[in-house]
């Protein structure tokens, strides 16, 4: 069967995301026997033409739809991002009767509403690599669609809650060879590759269990450093670990940075660290494996509102592992998430002078904290009668402590035009 994979996304917020997951997704079809072309709508352009080209000229039967984000996540002036999707998805079916399916990241968090939106006429929730070729295989020989794990009828939920979540050993790693890499951002390209799914933590906020479930799933180190030397191979040097927690479990971390500085690959990195189970030790492989830059959510510098965020590390804990990477000459982006339940204007004032003194080299503060179905926060939410019940949360609801509301932003405003490492 011949498959259409199309990247709808085309934001670019902090760096320009190459559709990772969908170049799994692909590899999965090819392997599974499928023709596939893969789109990735981030080079600009007339993409309304793009597809139209795109699907004339391959003329699928399935078209798969990635949307990534579904809003932007900023409180004072939101942006909803599916629009562009469903216009995509318009295109798509004034021009081919193929079956469109959508699934990634974001719409995983909200599958049935999502779809309803989107007018698509399957969805796939979590792991796409065995629902979508699953379901690949049941179209193309007219077989049953109810046993297939993930799978979004509209009008039903999601079958069996969420898409079989493997072994990531038995799931294939992306091909360079299907990249596109949009003209003029060679210099800002940082390679997205994941090593890890899944997360124990529970913050109160996170979407991330929803998305890949809480037990981390963990490649081989070794087909992860071929899965590297495969892409540096094809000219890629610089890449980002978008594991949602490098640092877990340690040992693994750990193995991975003597494996990686073992092979001597010559590349640059990135990955994000939770402030807790980190110390010295790691800091030193991954500066030695070629780590030159961590983003180190902490997100609060008040203890209390680290408990009601369900933080597993302490204030000292932060300070430490700050320095550490400092002495190493990693870059440190940290992370200040403002307003959550219990917030008040001297536990703002305690944060921002706790960021102050671990001398960052880049800050980034979020006022508002957008509600995901799921979690803890849309909780307190309801309880506090934020949202109503019966809010699916598709377009982007935000929590921000009472009290808050007209002080906070100016003030974080200011503060910020005194520290230009500062940005929101």
């Known amino acids: 069967m011949r498959v259409l994979l199309i990247s709808a996304n085309t934001e670019r917020t902090d760096i320009v995301p190459l ?8 590899v999965a079809a090819r392997n599974a026997g499928h023709e596939v072309h893969m789109l990735d709508l981030m080079g600009g352009g007339d ?44 295109v798509c079916r004034a021009v081919s009767s193929a079956t469109i399916v959508v ?28 629902a979508f070729t699953a379901l690949l ?15 979004c009828i509209p009008g039903s939920n999601v079958q069996m809650g969420c ?16 990249w596109t890499v949009p ?14 799914r899944g997360c124990p933590l529970g913050c109160s906020y996170c979407s991330t269990p929803v998305i890949e479930g809480s037990t981390i799933r963990k490649r081989p180190i070794a087909a992860v450093v071929q899965g590297i030397a495969e892409h540096v ?25 003597t494996a990686l500085g073992s092979a001597n690959l010559g590349i640059r990195w990135r990955c994000i660290l939770y402030p807790g189970f980190v110390d010295e030790e790691m800091v030193r492989k991954m500066a030695e494996a070629g780590c030159t830059e961590v983003s180190l959510g902490f997100e609060s510098g008040c203890p209390a509102i680290l408990r009601n965020f369900n933080k597993k590390f302490n204030l000292d804990q932060v300070r430490a592992v700050s320095a550490m990477l400092k002495d190493y000459g990693i870059r440190r982006t940290g992370f200040l998430l403002l307003g959550g339940p219990g917030e008040t204007r001297d536990s703002v004032r305690e944060s921002l002078a706790f960021a102050d003194s671990l001398e960052l080299d880049l800050l980034k503060l979020t006022v508002g904290i957008r509600i995901y179905p799921g979690t803890a926060l849309e909780k307190e939410a309801l309880r506090e009668g934020v949202i109503a019940a019966g809010d699916d949360l598709l377009f982007p609801r935000f929590y921000l402590a009472e009290g808050l509301g007209d002080w906070i932003e100016p003030m974080i405003r200011d503060w910020m035009m005194e520290r230009p490492y500062c940005t929101a």
């Open 19 to 26: 559709p990772l997951g969908l170049n799994c997704v692909a």
């Open 47 to 90: 993409n309304c033409s793009i597809v139209r080209d795109a699907i004339q000229s391959f003329r699928p039967g399935v078209i798969g739809i990635s949307a990534r984000n579904i809003d932007d996540q900023n409180m004072a002036e939101p942006r909803f991002l599916l629009e562009p999707v469903r216009d995509t998805i318009t």
């Open 103 to 130: 699934g990634g990241a974001g719409y995983s968090i909200f599958p049935e509403a999502a779809l309803r939106y989107l007018n698509a006429d399957y969805g796939i929730c979590g792991d796409g690599e065995v």
């Open 137 to 151: 295989q049941a179209l193309e020989r007219g077989a049953a669609l109810s046993g297939i794990a993930g799978l």
């Open 163 to 178: 898409a079989v979540r493997p072994c990531l050993e038995t799931l294939p790693l992306p091909d360079p060879s299907l």
């Open 183 to 196: 003209a003029g951002i060679g210099a800002e390209l940082w390679l997205p590759f994941q090593t890890r």
């Open 233 to 257: 191979a094809a000219g890629f040097n610089r890449f980002y670990f978008v594991d949602s927690t490098f640092n877990l479990p340690p040992t693994y971390a750990k193995e991975l940075s």
